[in-house]
């Protein structure tokens, strides 16, 4: 089983049921013996907080992952995406880049210092996921932000060019192996 790679297709948002579910699945196979792993993802995005902590889970562990858009990697997703060090896309798929925003609750009173901690919080994510996607793809914080800000959706073409995928394939996996699903 450790030759044989352990597929994970993400088929879910980014949250905490989602990313428990995934790390979980990982934790399992690694302590099996297993240090190869391609997720599958397809993914609206969602938690800035759940996407950020898998994506330096899976970075930091001593496996080899790769990653394949298989339909629309969007948001937080992307940074999950990049923790494949190979990454893949179907040819008929797209991502897309975003700022972070906040909620806050119908009839929320906040302070100066409430709202300042808001502003420094969004600005602290955006900085990491402007950071994240700029290591792994080659391009300055600075084109990412601003790609951030401009809300840029691109095709697997583009996406290539970008340096978010290394290349664009149909195929996604030899079923023969293990696989997991979390959806």
Same mark, same amino acid.
């Given at each position: 089983?450790? *030759? ?31 240090? *190869?792993?391609? /997720? ?15 994506? *330096? ?18 948001? /937080?997703?992307?940074? /999950? ?35 300042? =901690? ?8 955006? =900085? *990491? /996921? ?19 800000? =401009? ?15 290394? =290349? ?16």
């Amino acid at each position: 089983m450790a *030759n044989q790679p352990t597929v994970i297709k993400f088929f879910a948002p980014v949250i905490d049921i989602t990313i428990n579910a995934l790390m979980q699945a990982v934790d399992q196979k690694l302590s099996k013996g297993q240090r *190869n792993f391609i /997720i599958l993802i397809s993914s609206p995005g969602g938690s800035v907080f759940h996407g950020l902590s898998v994506y *330096n889970y899976l970075k930091g562990l001593p496996a080899e992952i790769s990653t394949h858009n298989f339909g629309s990697v969007d948001s /937080i997703g992307v940074v /999950i995406f990049c923790a494949g060090s190979r990454r893949y896309s179907v040819p008929h798929a797209r991502f897309l880049l975003h700022g972070v925003s906040t909620q806050f609750p119908q009839g929320a009173a906040l302070e100066e210092q409430q709202l300042e =901690e808001r502003l420094k919080s969004l600005r602290i994510d955006t =900085e *990491n /996921i402007a950071g994240v996607i700029a290591a792994n793809c080659g391009k300055s914080e600075d084109e990412v932000h601003q790609a951030m800000l =401009e809300r840029t959706t691109l095709n697997p073409e583009q996406a290539l060019d970008w340096g978010l995928v290394h =290349e664009i394939k149909e195929e996604l996996i030899d079923l023969s192996g293990p696989y997991v699903t979390i959806q």
